[in-house]
């Protein structure tokens, strides 16, 4: 399984920026997918996640910004980041599990500047 993302970049506080991350399987296999991120110095944190029935789960410093979304017939995991703040900057990994593993993809760095 591969996980690639994409779509990160440098942004001034309030812009937006969509996350792309595209799967080498269908992603109906997964029981979970989702986001996390890492800051500098920082733990791996959960951003968002989307489970194989549509359940969202935000962490609370994104509810309202951010939006995860899916598109099963693309195998694409998509991450809408809107009214971006400097504490959003981050490397973003894609995860996902199913019922044998978990699995991260190479992240996207995400750079907001006040």
């Known amino acids: 399984v591969q996980l690639q993302a994409s779509g990160g970049g440098s942004v001034q506080a309030g812009g937006r920026l969509t996350l792309s991350c595209a799967a080498s399987v269908n992603i109906r296999n997964f029981n979970d997918i989702g986001w996390y991120r890492q800051a500098p110095e920082s733990q791996r944190e959960l951003v968002a996640t989307i489970t194989d029935d549509g359940t969202t789960n935000y962490a609370d410093s994104v509810k309202g910004r951010f939006t995860i979304s899916r598109d099963k017939a693309e195998n694409t995991l998509y991450l809408q980041m809107n009214s971006l703040k400097p504490e959003d900057t981050a490397v973003y990994h894609c995860?996902?599990?199913?019922?044998?593993?978990?699995?991260w993809g190479e992240g996207t760095q995400v750079t907001v500047s006040s």
């Open positions: 995860h996902a599990e199913d019922s044998w593993a978990d699995y």
